[in-house]
């Protein structure tokens, strides 16, 4: 497959290079990174005594709905999936323009307020202008600077509306479509003649099962089946030939979108969906879902072996929280174990699904080795409806909130100055400093206990329609690497062999769970944990405003002169607030403990004077301390945490107005 890296004699393919200059964090210490005149960026990397290292490292640019990936640029198509998801699109071609935005209606029928591109905060799915128009614009704006595509799935309406039932060759027609959007995009112009149909674009495109892609929505049962088999035609244009079996199996399958050097991993998550009660879990050998870890097993030990790195990427996320379990517990024990082990491989993972702006971050304390051995039974919840609204998506990123609350980020940010000789004078006397304690804390400087797990906002405009550019590293993409791909397609079919030989003779026999190898401890940290080849480095998020637009293209003064366009909503690169000097573990992990923070410090605070002593803090954080709190009356400076405001601004992609943020989340933010 012809992709970004024909070369054009500077080891950048069709790069764009960070501009200006960041900060980068290795172990304890700071370096400031500029653009030299070569476009390459000095990075400095600690050694095992801290001591850093110059290093060159070009970095490129990705897409967010449209991912690019610090070696180029990824196209990330959410609900278009990834690309243009981060984000899901539900086109709906039912939707009519001035129509009524309730849910019985669904933009369907009536009259209402219902623009010509959507209607933003509501429930209605996308029109077909909206689709048209972003990948009208990512081909004006973005198409020349991206190398592939991750498209996340759900790319049909929802069956909301009792009088349009979804038909299952609306879901494939609909799928179809945005194959064909694609086409227009990054289709080859001069390949008429070719009979490989996976050499039909410019760069690497990624699909992935969406929860509506499929009937009964949810619903996926144990493959082959008739949706594998159905969008192993609609998707031949992206799986490569030899893993059309495999697809056909159980809906898996990877492109390297860099040969011999980077993967993207499209996993079925429907097989780990709670609300999939065709299947029951990851730990026994009967279950796709565990068939399925054991090819991403296989996988991810191969691309170690070859020297590759990977990207994983899904539909629905791993989210758990009190009130949002989207994985069976099995399965999110068995992906976050996986993680742990292949960290030396894994650049990250991207999600969808839940519409809103937002990471999570799994810790590997959590991880229960009888659980994923499938020794003992998770506790049975009851399966709650799979409904995310805006109503219930407040009391998740609450409870996230709280979560990350008991994070021992906070640590970091006192003690992050202290110098190595007040350190080594402490190790002297046999104690540790607190920055070491907080080291050990995290798992070592490079936080190797947490991984992170990011998730994109729309293109279907529940809020605002949404995409993505990440930047990544190129250093060294360049260089050599054995070509194993032969070797590789003998073990893994060997490999795929001997499990299918186990579940045809005693699938209920008891089976000896075999943990997958963790890195050699002469490995440096993975692209996750240490800024690196195909490290992301940071993102751009774009968002197009459609109460302004669809307000212009309906104004017949201003409709001449009215542009559909996506906007910058934030940049990691500058942004002050969420100060995430690059998108490792450790920069995630401390961003979530400074939003978790309920007493902020200064930097982190916005203040007014009131006669009320409430803070900023959690109905449960409340309780706890209400013994101390004995209705003072004087004046008291409100703790106003802007980190955590301007979280749950960015996930809402700031639809919500400043009395909304006041009534859902704590009190409004002071300018």
């Not at 009536?110 to 209607?119: P, Q, S």
């Not at 990427?313 to 099995?330: F, I, L, N, Y």
């Not at 062999?497 to 003779?505: C, D, N, P, Q, T």
């Amino acid at each position: 497959m012809s992709g970004p890296w024909s070369s054009d004699g500077s080891g950048c393919g069709r790069s764009e290079l960070l501009r200006g200059s960041s900060v980068a964090r290795k172990g304890e210490q700071e370096v400031h990174c500029q653009k030299d005149k070569d476009d390459e960026r000095v990075i400095e990397e600690p050694d095992e005594t801290g001591v850093g290292q110059e290093q060159r490292h070009q970095v490129r640019r990705t897409v967010g709905g449209v991912h690019r990936n610090a070696v180029g640029r990824i196209e990330e198509c959410f609900h278009c999936s990834e690309q243009l998801r981060d984000r899901d699109f539900h086109p709906d071609r039912f939707y009519s323009q001035s129509s009524s935005t309730d849910d019985d209606d669904a933009c369907h029928w009536g009259e209402g307020d219902a623009g010509i591109f959507g209607a933003e905060k509501t429930n209605c799915d996308s029109p077909i202008t909206l689709v048209n128009a972003t990948f009208q614009w990512i081909n004006d704006n973005l198409k020349d600077t991206i190398d592939f595509v991750v498209w996340t799935g759900d790319s049909a309406r929802h069956d909301n509306d009792e009088l349009i039932p979804r038909t299952e060759e609306q879901v494939i027609e609909l799928n179809e479509m945005l194959v064909h959007k694609f086409v227009e995009v990054f289709g080859k112009p001069d390949n008429i003649n070719d009979t490989d149909p996976t050499n039909d674009f410019t760069i690497p495109i990624v699909p992935n099962f969406g929860n509506n892609d499929i009937l009964p929505h949810n619903i996926f049962t144990q493959g082959p089946n008739r949706w594998t088999k159905e969008f192993s035609q609609v998707w031949r244009q992206f799986i490569p030939e030899e893993q059309r079996h495999g697809f056909e199996r159980g809906g898996w399958f990877f492109v390297e979108v860099i040969p011999n050097k980077l993967a993207v991993l499209s996993l079925n998550t429907l097989y780990f969906f709670s609300n999939n009660n065709a299947v029951d879990g990851c730990a026994s050998k009967s279950e796709p879902g565990y068939e399925h870890f054991e090819w991403l097993r296989i996988q991810l030990q191969f691309f170690r072996q070859r020297g590759m790195k990977a990207i994983l990427m899904g539909h629905v996320p791993p989210a758990r929280t009190p009130s949002k379990q989207s994985w069976d517990e099995t399965c999110w024990q068995k992906y976050t174990l996986w993680l742990q082990q292949y960290r030396d491989v894994v650049v990250g993972g991207l999600y969808g699904h839940m519409n809103i702006d937002h990471f999570m971050i799994q810790d590997n304390d959590q991880i229960d080795m009888q659980l994923v051995a499938g020794e003992i039974e998770p506790e049975k919840k009851p399966r709650k409806s799979n409904d995310f609204s805006i109503q219930s998506s407040a009391a998740y990123l609450t409870e996230l909130r709280y979560g990350w609350s008991n994070l021992p980020g906070s640590v970091e940010a006192k003690d992050i100055g202290a110098s190595m000789k007040e350190r080594k004078k402490k190790k002297k006397k046999g104690r540790k400093s607190k920055y070491d304690k907080f080291l050990d804390k995290i798992g070592g400087p490079w936080a190797e206990r947490y991984s992170a797990t990011l998730v994109g906002a729309s293109v279907v405009p529940n809020y605002f329609p949404t995409m993505r550019v990440f930047e990544y590293n190129i250093t060294g993409a360049q260089e050599p690497l054995n070509n194993m791909l032969d070797q590789f397609e003998e073990v893994a079919d060997a490999q795929l062999a001997e499990l299918k030989r186990g579940e045809i003779s005693e699938s209920s026999k008891k089976h000896r769970f075999v943990k997958p190898h963790p890195p050699s401890k002469s490995q440096p940290p993975g692209p996750a944990y240490s800024p690196q080849t195909f490290s992301w480095a940071g993102y751009t998020q774009y968002f197009a405003n459609l109460t302004r637009i669809n307000a212009e293209f309906g104004s017949p003064r201003k409709s001449k002169n009215a542009k559909f366009t996506y906007e910058v909503e934030y940049d990691t690169k500058n942004d002050t607030v969420f100060g995430l000097e690059d998108l490792t573990v450790r920069s995630y992990v401390g961003l979530a403990a400074r939003i978790g923070d309920y007493r902020p410090k200064k930097d982190d605070l916005w203040s007014t004077t009131t006669n009320d002593i409430e803070d900023d803090i959690s109905a449960t954080k409340k309780q706890k301390h209400k013994k101390n709190k004995k209705n003072k009356k004087h004046k008291k400076r409100k703790r106003i945490n802007k980190t955590w405001f301007t979280f749950v601004n960015r996930a809402y992609v700031a639809t919500k107005d400043e009395d909304e943020l006041h009534d859902q989340f704590g009190f409004a933010m002071d300018e």
